[in-house]
């Protein structure tokens, strides 16, 4: 971990060796084995050992999301019908790496994110993700806030975001020669911006139902995966994340 800051909140990334060297520290019966990189996302780098995949936090913000999804995880489980990542092994603090790591079960499957809609059945992918919806959302808070008394309570921020979206227009405004931006603008301070749900209405969700974190093969879904972003809010966002692949036939069904 050379070079490690730890003002600075992250760290250098790990290659296979390095990785693997945590792995033996933390779990010495698996000496005879070695790590690869397997994927990585904005918030762990991932490296597989056998069947376990380790998930190493990048950010110091990642280890509280790494201990959340490690508490619900056996709940979610216990929930729901579709395969999803179980906590095998962990956590572990070893020396040489900053925070927290643990190892899930490796779940086989394509990304939905590399697959084209076109080639699978929407009607067989959108009732199984419907019943993993409603399965998550079946859980009363209550329920929920007992096994991990911190999970965030995530409401849409409508005015943020679009506070954000027109100061990147802004910085556009330099090089439109044709009035777009002025367009753009106006068009969203016009918007009207939707009602936000009561908290009654907001359920337990994965909030990050995007095809980087579903996995198919022959028969539909085979898996859900990252479960860092869990939460209490409004399931607008897992659907959303299922309109982006599959448009409005999955969506539908």
């Not at 000496?31 to 950010?59: H, Q, S, T």
């Not at 106006?186 to 990050?208: C, G, I, K, M, W």
């Not at 869990?230 to 399931?235: Q, V």
């Amino acid at each position: 971990m050379t070079g490690y800051a730890p003002w600075q909140g992250h760290r250098p990334a790990l290659d296979d060796v390095a990785a693997t060297a945590l792995i033996h520290r933390a779990c010495p019966d698996l000496m005879d084995e070695r790590g690869r990189r397997v994927g990585e996302g904005f918030d762990f780098e991932i490296f597989l050992v056998g069947d376990l995949a380790f998930r190493f936090p990048k950010r110091e913000a990642h280890q509280a999301r790494l201990d959340r999804e490690l508490r619900l995880l056996p709940l979610v489980a216990s929930k729901t019908t579709l395969p999803t990542v179980v906590v095998k092994r962990g956590p572990f603090s070893v020396d040489g790496f900053p925070w927290r790591f643990a190892a899930m079960n490796w779940l086989p499957g394509r990304l939905m994110f590399d697959e084209d809609p076109r080639d699978h059945d929407l009607q067989r992918i959108g009732h199984q993700l419907g019943t993993f919806m409603r399965e998550l959302a079946s859980m009363p808070a209550a329920e929920v806030r007992v096994v991990c008394p911190e999970i965030p309570l995530q409401r849409p921020e409508y005015e943020t975001w679009r506070g954000k979206q027109l100061a990147i227009l802004d910085t556009l405004r330099p090089h439109d020669t044709n009035g777009v931006v002025d367009r753009l603008v106006e068009s969203a301070r016009v918007d009207t911006v939707p009602e936000l749900p009561p908290e009654s209405q907001l359920v337990f969700v994965h909030s990050d139902l995007h095809g980087e974190n579903l996995l198919l093969d022959d028969h539909g879904v085979a898996g859900v995966i990252d479960f860092g972003d869990l939460c209490i809010g409004d399931p607008a966002f897992d659907l959303a994340g299922i309109l982006s692949w599959g448009g409005q036939g999955l969506l539908d069904a």
